[in-house]
């Protein structure tokens, strides 16, 4: 059957490198979603050219398989055999959550977009975490591969910056405290967290499965979250969910699996231009220095402290422009020492008024809240965050990045002939 002839059948992504937290939110979701199956393939056989595909539910594996690689790419074969198996699993009916368990290094990002397109609705996305093992992570700079967890030949992705963004995309964070061979959370590692993604949804997963409590009294919320009631036919949306399975999650994370999760609004809001990104924050030894400014960076100056920047904070990110390349809107990414600076299009105030017309509302809406009548959307608006902060230092060195008053008072055509040590960076 086509898409919209298809029985409903929603659908749930839970991802993260953290894969002892992942396993324990998978089960917990069995067990509070009655008749729930899930879909999971294994990429760690890529290397002999296939990728394993395992179907199971609450009782055990329902079937097997093997997809060949595509393109070289575990992650391409995996794009290509999952939505045929939702397909199959839609169609079969009597399923009501499908739970796909992404491998450790694939990224929720990709796959919410390849399920959507391919005609189903993603009711949630939950990256299942360790709160002990977040500062490790994002302090880990070692490249994929080294660990067996790449997706492809050509995967040059490391663990800080892949756990980074499998951590803030997601709206809904399970998480998994107190896990055999994990040392125990502390408040540091709680709150660290907390900043990190302040908006997020956390719900308590006990090991092995075990429940606990909605740590933000039950509000949603977050990157590309839509509170609301579950979908139709979903667990809880009627007194008898499809194929006579009891309505009603009985957990909160079951209940945020199914809150409902837009994948357009989700994908702007990571948009460098837009971005959700935390606040000023300081407890519990954990510090976020949110850096809003309105003067452009001196190239030379800025490339010169790149690397103390870097190292300033366990995880820093946002938007900034260069005095020399004043209509490039350029993202700063940085984590586990690792920094990555890209060029993320024009700020709309180097667009004619006509295009503007083509750009998103979400974007057009960011760049309003933040226009200047001198230098428009144009800002340095860098977020750093981590245990033991020195932010004092930190604003220092930033400040002295920026073009001082006599350089700014040259202008543009000025700014335009500074040297910069970015081209190479940028690939300019």
């Given amino acids: 059957m086509s898409g919209p002839d298809r029985p409903a059948l929603p659908v749930v992504i839970v991802g993260g490198l953290h894969a002892e937290a992942r396993r324990a939110t998978v089960a917990r979701l069995l067990a509070d979603v009655p008749g729930s199956v899930v879909l999971h393939h294994d990429l760690a056989t890529a290397a002999a050219g296939t990728v394993v595909r395992t179907v199971r539910d609450a009782t055990g594996i329902l079937s097997a398989g093997e997809a060949p690689l595509v393109n070289d790419c575990a992650c391409c074969a995996l794009r290509e055999d999952l939505v045929p198996e939702l397909v199959r699993l839609a169609d079969a009916g009597g399923t009501p959550l499908a739970v796909v368990e992404l491998w450790d290094s694939v990224e929720p990002k990709a796959m919410a977009e390849v399920v959507t397109a391919g005609g189903f609705t993603v009711t949630g996305v939950i990256t299942a975490v360790d709160p002990a093992l977040v500062l490790p992570y994002l302090g880990n700079g070692d490249d994929l591969a080294e660990g067996g967890l790449a997706a492809a030949a050509t995967d ?171 209509d490039t809107l350029l993202h700063w990414d940085a984590a586990g020492g690792a920094l990555c600076v890209e060029g993320a299009g024009p700020w709309l105030a180097s667009l004619p008024d006509a295009a503007w017309d083509l750009v998103p509302p979400v974007r057009r809406a960011a760049a309003a809240l933040d226009w200047h009548p001198e230098h428009g959307d144009r800002c340095q608006h860098l977020v750093f965050t981590s245990p033991g902060l020195d932010r004092d230092g930190l604003d220092r060195l930033l400040e002295s990045c920026l073009l001082t008053d006599a350089e700014y008072a040259a202008g543009r055509a000025a700014w335009e002939r500074l040297p910069s040590g970015f081209d190479t960076l940028l690939e300019v």
């Fill in 156 to 326: 040059q992705r490391t663990v800080a910056d892949t756990f980074a963004r499998q951590l803030e995309y997601a709206p809904v964070l399970a998480l998994a405290d107190s896990l055999p061979g994990s040392p125990e959370a502390d408040d540091e590692d709680r709150e660290l967290l907390a900043q990190l993604h302040p908006t997020a949804r956390r719900v308590s997963v006990g090991p092995g499965g075990g429940q606990g409590g909605d740590q933000d009294g039950g509000h949603g919320g977050g990157h590309g979250g839509v509170p609301g009631n579950a979908p139709a036919g979903a667990p809880g949306s009627s007194p008898g969910a499809p194929g006579g399975h009891p309505a009603g999650p009985s957990s909160e994370l079951a209940r945020a699996a199914l809150a409902g999760f837009d994948v357009e609004s989700a994908a702007a809001a990571q948009h460098p231009a837009c971005a959700l990104l935390p606040a000023e924050a300081d407890a519990h030894g954990v510090t976020t220095l949110v850096w809003h400014r309105r003067r452009p960076f001196h190239p030379g100056r800025l490339y010169a402290a790149l690397e103390d920047l870097t190292c300033a904070a366990a995880r820093s990110r946002g938007r900034f422009w260069l005095a020399d390349k004043a």
